[in-house]
């Protein structure tokens, strides 16, 4: 997103907009902490970059912004459309098997890894 970061006003943004996937909270402090999702089966899924990094890479246009949000902000949209992206990758995931979610260039990735490959605070 083209907009600065602002670590509590994003973090807002993320527990409203992904609420609906489960329970939003936080790895550590400031813009190098982890965003976890809990889900109301308990599975807990981590995302792979930070909360600074997903700020930075879930871009949205303002064509589409307008299309699909026109009440929203850019930066409400943008979260709007992660959430769009993460619920897709959960429905196509195997849903025991998986712990990590990435965001890669148009899409949330899902996968396994291991407790020390995720490097958590």
């Not at 973090?11 to 909270?25: D, E, Y």
């Not at 999702?37 to 890479?57: D, K, N, P, Y």
């Not at 879930?58 to 409400?76: C, G, K, N, V, Y």
Request: proline share 2%; aromatic share 6%; charged share 20%.
């Amino acid at each position: 997103m083209t907009s600065d970061y602002e670590d509590g006003w994003f973090r807002a943004m993320l527990k409203t907009g992904l609420g609906h996937l489960g329970s939003v909270s936080f790895d550590g402090q400031g813009p190098c902490a982890r965003v976890k999702l809990t889900q109301s089966s308990g599975r807990i899924l981590v995302f792979e970059q930070s909360i600074a990094a997903i700020h930075e890479r879930i871009a949205i246009d303002e064509e589409t912004r307008h299309a699909m949000w026109p009440d929203f902000s850019l930066a409400a949209a943008s979260v709007a459309l992660l959430s769009i992206h993460v619920e897709e990758a959960l429905k196509t995931a195997a849903a025991a098997q998986i712990n990590t979610l990435s965001i890669t260039d148009g899409s949330v990735t899902v996968s396994l890894l291991q407790p020390a490959d995720l490097q958590l605070s």
